[in-house]
């Protein structure tokens, strides 16, 4: 991958978890890299969550389009995403796909700009004691997300095909977030 493409793309990612990670915590997160095994991670704090009944959750996104593919993957706990979307906790791996897709959409938003059309797939969640997930071919970034709720584990790999070539628009293709745009 080129490196403007990477740099869109890691730009990208971090701000969109920004804005929807802060919107839905009400507070600053903290977003770092993350150079541990994410699983052992999770495990440890799973052991260590005093909510009873919290299991480990995970979501799995596609984005694909010409030259274009990648997957998000974002890990946590039932009583961090539940309480991130004020929901119940059985309703939590419902809430981490649709977190997945919000960040994604923001991504996919932020690549128009740049001349890079691309389609999501559906949010795919599970939930369990122990999750792993493995990623497709591609650069990969992992992630550790601190907010006021609890932390996150993100995966993100992405592959640009080498003929692809990126540059930035005159104009911004893509509406401002929260615009509405009529045909």
Known sequence: MNQLAKDVCTEGLFSALAEVLEYY?????????????????????????PTSGCETIASFTRLDGPGVSGSLSLTSHACVIAKLGGQDMELASDWIGELGNQLLGRFKNNLLDYGVSTDLGIPL???????????????????????AAGNIWVTFVLQVGYDHRWRKLPQAASAAAGSVQLF
Not at 35 to 47: K, P, R, W
């Open 25 to 49: 915590s009400g507070d600053e997160v903290t977003i770092k890299h993350a150079n541990c095994d994410s699983l052992a991670a999770v495990f440890n704090e799973t052991i260590e969550c």
């Open 125 to 147: 969640t599970s939930r369990g004691i122990l999750l792993n997930s493995t990623t497709s071919p591609g650069d990969q970034l992992d992630l550790k997300v601190e907010t």
